[in-house]
């Protein structure tokens, strides 16, 4: 399917669990991004790549690790999970910095 | 830097009122403006967009003018819908050379038949 999917759509996970959020886009779109959204912070940037092989700290980037070996794929990892993560997580891509961004639909982490 | 502080919610309307969400930005350059709406259970996707000053950003009957004197893009709609009611983020693309995209906090809408 064309676009940017998410998986898995619900996670529920323990404290000090590793934990992987996968992210997937069919268009080749050199951006991407991890966003937290949490109720009254709105949507706050994890982590963002320009490319393959490059990616960047965004607002609140502790606690997360990314890597991007290919265009298409952006997995965001939790290395030890702690329960101020949970939230809602959403990836997205554009074809450049400054244009429009496609969200996929949200994966929703609950780590108890 | 750059930020986005928008009216908070809930809004409340009732099927075929006026909507008006305030939006105004603080940006250094010439900065993109969007606003995006995400429905119960999906992500966010694009409503309008205004790329410089007095642009107007129009799209299912809803509407954003790029004010740079205000600093402002508020959105507007003439007569909601039930099927309005989803959150509406302002949000602006740096246009003096960054790409990061700020998005406001959201406005919740709901909107009753």
């Known amino acids: 399917d064309a676009g940017i999917t998410q998986s898995p759509r619900y996670k529920i996970t323990e404290t000090g669990r590793q934990v992987t959020l996968m992210c997937h886009q069919t268009?080749?779109?050199?951006?991407m991004f991890w966003y937290r959204q949490d109720l009254g912070h709105g949507l706050r940037l994890i982590y963002y790549s320009a490319a393959a092989d490059i990616t960047d700290k965004g607002e609140v980037p502790d606690g997360y690790v990314v890597s991007r070996s290919k265009t298409e794929n952006f997995p965001l990892t939790l290395e030890s999970a702690t329960r101020s993560q949970t939230s809602v997580y959403f990836c997205a891509s554009s074809e450049g910095a400054k244009n429009i961004q496609y969200f996929g639909a949200g994966t929703r982490l609950s780590v108890l | 830097g750059n930020s986005v502080t928008q009216m908070e919610g809930p809004v409340t309307l009732s099927e075929e009122a006026f909507l008006t969400i305030n939006c105004t930005y603080t940006a250094t350059g010439y900065p993109s403006l969007f606003w995006y709406v995400q429905y119960p259970g999906e992500g966010l996707q694009l409503l309008l967009k205004a790329t410089k000053a007095d642009d107007k950003g129009s799209n299912k009957g809803f509407e954003a003018t790029y004010r740079k004197e205000t600093t402002s893009f508020h959105l507007e709609k003439g007569s909601v819908q039930v099927s309005d009611s989803a959150v509406y983020f302002c949000a602006l693309s740096d246009g003096g050379g960054g790409f990061k995209t700020i998005f406001g906090a959201g406005t919740r809408l709901f909107v009753k038949a």
């Open positions: 268009w080749s779109h050199s951006y």
